[in-house]
Nanobody, 117 residues
């Protein structure tokens, strides 16, 4: 059973920064992609950023230039550096990992980020 544990959420003022971390219970080399999603109250869960096994990244348009996803293979951890935070970034942020063969997907329990104006 794979466990993903997020940390680093909290309350920050607009314009501030936070770094989220997601620690995996096994080597992240085994995952095809690692990603961060977020869900604001009353809204659907949306992709924020994803990093592939080869290091390629993709970001939602709303966070491009402000957020950076990275992975530390030695620590089995994926990070989300969030800069220039806006109130609309307020959400629960979830870590996600998937494998291609066999096809499987894993989620963390989420960490709350609140950005005050």
């Amino acid at each position: 059973q794979v466990q993903l544990v997020e940390s680093g959420g909290g309350l920050v003022q607009a314009g501030g920064s936070l770094r989220l971390a997601c620690a995996a219970s096994r080597s992240i080399f085994t995952f095809h992609t690692l990603a961060w999603y977020r869900q604001a109250p009353g809204k659907r869960r949306d992709l924020v950023a994803v990093v592939g096994s080869g290091g390629g990244t993709h970001y939602a348009d709303s966070v491009k230039g402000r957020f950076t996803i990275s992975r530390d293979n030695a620590k089995n951890t994926v990070y989300l550096q969030m800069n220039s935070l806006k109130p609309e970034d307020t959400a629960v942020y979830y870590c996600n990992a998937d494998t291609a063969f066999p096809r499987a997907e894993y989620w963390g329990k989420g960490t709350l980020v609140t950005v005050s104006s």
